[in-house]
Every structure is written in structure tokens, then in C-alpha cells.
């Protein structure tokens, strides 16, 4: 039970801390608005409680698929703001309308991640902590999970400040890019269970390299969406969206700093 | 020149949705087994499926708890709530065996997906018991 504890927050709420890494990495010079941030966060949790009230509702609509519907159309709707936010945050215009814009955007893309990936682990967490010998187990699994996620986001953090420093200007928002197509990829994760989209055969397997389900699985999945057996469709899907990401974002052409990396090492 | 552009986009997008949606595939009836959780076990714990064939997966909780139908070999994973009843399509698969668990009690909610051959589709599992849609 402990380890399962561990394993499932680190599989739903990873996200949620990466995001929270990404968007701090860039606060200061996106400048994005710290309270923005905290009601976003403060928004995402009581949306997340009133989504868990209601998700047993929402997964019996639609002949049994609404929840897949529910979360894909979210997952598309942070997409599209995900890319929105970089776009503004791009164009070399500071005014006070722009700013607010910029934190709004990442506020709300927040609250909706917190909302989207919390809501699973409070139904697990919820549904068990009745029973009298899980009750330990799960609140040590909290915070051993909590501790690994904090870990792995702050690294994460300081990863993304020291390469748009040193290395490229724009590794934040690639990395943002990325966990934006990885949500596209598990749109089509969603829709494949239910049938919207006609699946095939897997076209490969790596889960002989890296496990899907192992603690570098999660991490590789909330940075970029990995999927160890996707389909054609779903790799064709996931380069899409990476183009249309890098047509939408328009990030600058020579944001390289290999001279400040040349001078550190020198 | 823009609006040529512009045209071709949109004719790309409506040919995009146009085949999704009136694929013959996404909207083919799917043959139905049913699969059923019950003191945080899979009943019947092996399924049988004919191979090269998409089948609906109704998956019935009885337990008093969550439950999350996991399988890395489906690449499929779907919580089910207390008392109530998830769909999920799998396949088409080649002839083979494939795991699937319960996330929340991975010890002891377990089952494999038997895909054969020889199977007649109409051999699809029936409840035990009869239920309507989400009120079990």
C-alpha cells in the first residue's frame, strides 16, 4: 500500500509540480505575477475538489466516455494556452495589459493541470483512507511522494535557469513545448480507449529501455508525454503538434549563449 | 495568395474531422465482453478474444472502493468508481497474452487478455449480474 501510495502520486501529481518548476524558472523574465501564480494554484485545488464531487457523474455521460472527453478537451484547451503564453511572452513588448495577459494565461494553465491531474489521486486517496490499516501507509506515501516530486521540480528548476542562462535563452519554453505536445499525446491516449480515433498496432516497444510505469517512466512521461508503444496515428499526432507548437510560439533565432558557457568553463 | 492558403487550411481541417468522424472503423459495432470487480478481484480473470479484432471491454465495479484498470501491455488505463461501470476498447491485438490489473490493489486485481485464434466471437462473457447504465 505505501509503495503503491508513492507510485500513484508520483504518476498524477509529478505534473503538477513540473509545471509549477517551469513557470518559475521563467517568472522573472516573463514577469509573471507570483499571485497570479498562487490563485491560479489556489483555484486549481477547489476546482479539483469540486471535479472530484462530480467525476462519477462525468465518467457515466456520454455511453461511459466523459471523463475521456472531459480531460481531452482540457488537455487540447491547455495546449492552446500553453502556446498562447509563449507567443505573448516572445514579442519584445513590456506594457502593464501585455504582463497581465502573460500571468493570467500561466495562472490558468495551472488551475487546470492541478485540476486535471489532482483529481485522480484524491479519489484514490479518498476511496481508501477508510480503512483502518491503509490510513498510515497512505499519509507516509504522501509525503515520501510529495518529497520526490519537490526534488525532481526543484533540480527541474534550477536545470531550466541555469541552460537559459549558460546554453539557450529559450530551454524553458521548449520544455514547455514539449509537455504541451505530451498532453496532445495522451488526447489521443484517451480517445484511442474509446474509440474516437482508429488505433493500430503499436509501431515499436521501449519498454525494454525505459519502463512506462518506472520512476524515470512518470518523469519522462509529465516532461514530454513519452509513450513507451504509441501507434502510427499518435506519433503522427504528437510531430504535429510539435509543429504547429514551433510555427505558433515563433521563438527568436540565435538564442544560443555557447560564449557565456566558453566563458564559465574558462 | 494568403486567401489560397487560408482555403487550403481550412479544407485540411474539415478532411481531418470528415475522416475521423465517418471512419468506418470508429463507428463499426464492437463485439462486447464483460468483466466484473468484486472484493478487489477480476472476474473471470482470463478473457478470451479472437486476434486482429477491436472488442469493447465493459468493465463492471462491484467493490465499495475505486478501482483503476491498469494494463501496460494494452496500453490502457481507466479508474472505475464504487458501483459503477467504465468501456474501454482494446485491440486489435495479435495472438497472444496480455496483463491487465487494478492500479489501487495491484496484489491482489489482476487478469490477462487471452487473444486466440480459434475463438467464435459470439463466445463474449454475460454479466452475472444484469445491471442498468450506471446504477448498479
Known sequence: MLINTVLLFLSNSLVIFMILALLLSVKNKFSLSGAALFVGALVGVILMLILWLCIDTISQMNDDTGLEWFYATLHLIVYFLILFFINISNKNIQNTSRNQKKSQSAAVVLALIIMLQGTNFIVYFIGYWSHEDALNALFIGVILGAGICISISVLLYFFCSFFNERLYGRSTEFILILFSCGLINKTSDLLLQIDFLPSTRMIFDLNFIVREKSELGYFLKALFGYDANPTILQVGLYFTALLVAFIVCQLPKKPWRFFRLKEVIS | ?136
Request: net charge neutral; hydrophobic share 40%; aromatic share 12%.
Open chain 2, 1 to 136: 495568395m494568403k486567401t489560397h492558403a487560408v482555403f487550403i487550411k481550412k479544407i485540411s481541417i474539415i478532411s481531418i474531422v470528415l475522416f475521423l468522424t465517418f471512419s468506418p472503423d470508429v463507428w463499426a459495432k464492437r463485439t462486447e465482453y464483460v468483466l466484473e470487480l468484486k472484493d478487489h478481484l477480476f472476474f473471470p480473470a482470463v478473457i478470451t478474444i479472437p486476434p486482429n479484432e477491436k472488442v469493447k471491454l465493459i468493465i463492471y465495479n462491484r467493490d465499495t472502493t475505486p478501482e483503476e484498470f491498469d494494463s501496460f501491455d494494452l496500453n490502457r488505463e481507466k479508474v472505475i468508481f464504487p458501483n459503477k461501470k467504465a468501456v474501454i476498447f482494446i485491440g486489435p491485438l495479435p495472438v497472444g497474452e496480455y496483463q491487465f490489473f487494478g492500479e489501487f490493489n495491484p496484489n491482489s486485481a489482476k487478469g490477462t487478455i487471452s487473444v486466440k485464434s480459434t475463438l467464435h466471437n459470439k463466445e463474449a462473457i454475460e454479466p452475472i449480474i444484469e445491471n442498468n447504465r450506471g446504477d448498479i
